[in-house]
């Protein structure tokens, strides 16, 4: 914990916001920073979590404990719906309180000697974990980078996806795809060498997909898209963005029958205990909902209002193409990815905060790799983006 650098990401964002807001209290603050839905949770979904807690109310109704991996019809569910044709089963589907909770106990698998691979920039929960559990040196200020960590950098110049050739092993490698925050989806071919990358180097990946329903092109949605990367790949998944469940928190993680360890004992034997030691099972209630988002109205609701969101995320990158900035991501991403050369990401949020009253990220706070980057997140009320590009073109005019 001592190693730790700063203050998780997101809370400190929450306190430059309280901040700025004592500053200036008649300020109209836009945030689109935090990645957090808006749209209500379509109404035929919402209703089955009210029927269900209803239940709850009577004799009949009342359930407790539930099954610590998952209620077998959604486990059965997702395997079918999610992972249609690429045949996991839903023994290998651990449903959980959300991607960012199970990131976590992924880390449990490994030992405190692990190493580690991530991209650079990326979702600061891998990196953040992996030091609580031990599995870095030093923070080097210099550099902004954790000793024994492999900092995979993704740059505009490598398709945002790290050159392999140039990577040492590591027993874990963190993929996220699309990624957070550049909105990179990762090929086919991407992903091809990747899994023929730690196949042949005895590596796990830990493949995050909480964004793969807002991918609109043929990029693949699931690692186990890849033939034979149920050898070596874990997926972690979330209802968070594209249900808008981030406060109901439902996610899940499918660990393949065919993952082994080099001693050839089995991934998920070792993943079902530490999930029956540390965690007691996702809500009855969420887990009535997950169940609804994959029923086929369900499914088309949800649909819609990603497409919303996928609306917003271009009038924020039209925006900011029209005042001449490099844009990324927007197209299978709800984050928009904008460079500022030559200036510091920190700067850059301040700026757009102080003169436009606008939260957005800064790109250092993914890793150095995003430094002279920000984030801005498309999951926003559709007029607070149209105020946010009125206000961002007469700044950046
Ligand atoms: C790549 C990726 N994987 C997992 C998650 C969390 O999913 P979960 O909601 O736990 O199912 C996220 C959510 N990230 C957001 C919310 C961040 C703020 C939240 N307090 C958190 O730290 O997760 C953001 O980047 O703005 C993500 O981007």
Known sequence: MEK????????????????????CPDAKLINLGIGDTTQPIPHVIATA????????????????????????????????TIYGGLDIKGTEVFVSD??????????????????????DPTFPGYLDSSVIMGRSGSFDERRGEYAKIEYMRCTPDNMFFPDLSSVPRTDVIFICSPNNPTGHAASRDQLSRL????????????????????????????????????EVAIEISSFSKFAGFTGVRLGWTVVPEELRYSNGSLVLKDFDRIICTCFNGASS??????????????????????????????????????????????DNSPYVWVNFPGRRSWDVFNEILEKT???????????????????????????????????LRKLLE
């Open 4 to 23: 730790l650098q700063n203050g998780y990401l997101f809370p400190e964002i929450g306190r430059r916001q309280v901040e700025h807001m004592n500053k």
């Open 49 to 80: 979590m009210a029927e269900h807690c209803m239940a709850l109310g009577t004799p009949k109704g009342y359930r407790g404990y539930g099954a610590e991996q998952g209620n077998k019809e959604l486990r059965e569910e997702i395997a079918q």
């Open 98 to 119: 959300g991607a960012q909770c199970d990131i976590s106990r992924v880390q449990l698998l490994f030992g405190s000697n692990t190493t580690i691979a991530l991209q």
């Open 195 to 230: 899994v023929d990358f730690a196949r042949s180097n005895g590596s796990i990946i830990v493949y995050d997909s909480a964004y793969a329903a807002f991918i609109s092109d043929d990029s693949p949605r699931s690692i186990y898209e890849i033939p034979r990367a149920k």
């Open 285 to 330: 209630i969420a887990q009535t909902g997950g169940l609804a988002c994959l029923s086929s109205e369900g499914s088309k609701a949800i649909r819609g209002v990603v497409k919303f969101y996928m609306e917003n995320a271009k009038i924020m990158a039209e925006t900011f193409k029209s005042l001449g900035f490099e844009v990324f991501g927007g």
């Open 357 to 391: 009253n606008i939260i957005t990220i800064p790109g250092v706070g993914f890793g150095p790799g995003g430094e002279g980057f920000i984030r801005v997140s498309s999951l926003g009320h559709r007029e607070d983006v149209l105020e946010a590009s009125s206000r």
